[in-house]
Nanobody
């Protein structure tokens, strides 16, 4: 069983930066694929970035070059460094851990057992 809790959201102006953190519990956390998702008002949830157990990363085209996902397995913490933020990045951001992550039709999906946090809100003003 894994529990994850996001933090680090807030309100910043366009062009600014934020770093989201996701603290996890559970002895097997390092064996899971991990990802960040977001859901903007009126839109479906979308994958933003993922990191596999081997450290392989994936980013949505909309954030590539601006966001960086990283993990610290001894600390059981996942990070999302977000730079050059734009109003379109405004959303509730969720971290997740799952048995596996995969891409289908350009989108990030999770498979097997998955665990989600309650989210942290990011608001970018123009």
């Amino acid at each position: 069983q894994v529990q994850v809790v996001e933090s680090g959201g807030g309100s910043v102006q366009a062009g600014g930066s934020l770093r989201l953190s996701c603290a996890a519990s559970g002895a097997t956390y390092s064996t899971y694929c991990k990802g960040w998702f977001r859901q903007a008002p009126g839109k479906e949830r979308e994958g933003v970035a993922s990191i596999g157990t081997d450290g392989t990363t994936w980013y949505a085209e909309s954030v590539k070059g601006r966001f960086t996902i990283a993990q610290d397995n001894p600390k059981k913490t996942l990070y999302l460094e977000m730079n050059t933020l734009i109003p379109e990045d405004t959303a509730m951001y969720y971290c997740a851990a799952a048995d596996d992550c995969y891409l289908a039709s350009g989108a990030l999906w999770l498979s097997g057992e998955d665990y989600w946090g309650k989210g942290t809100l990011v608001t970018i003003s123009s």
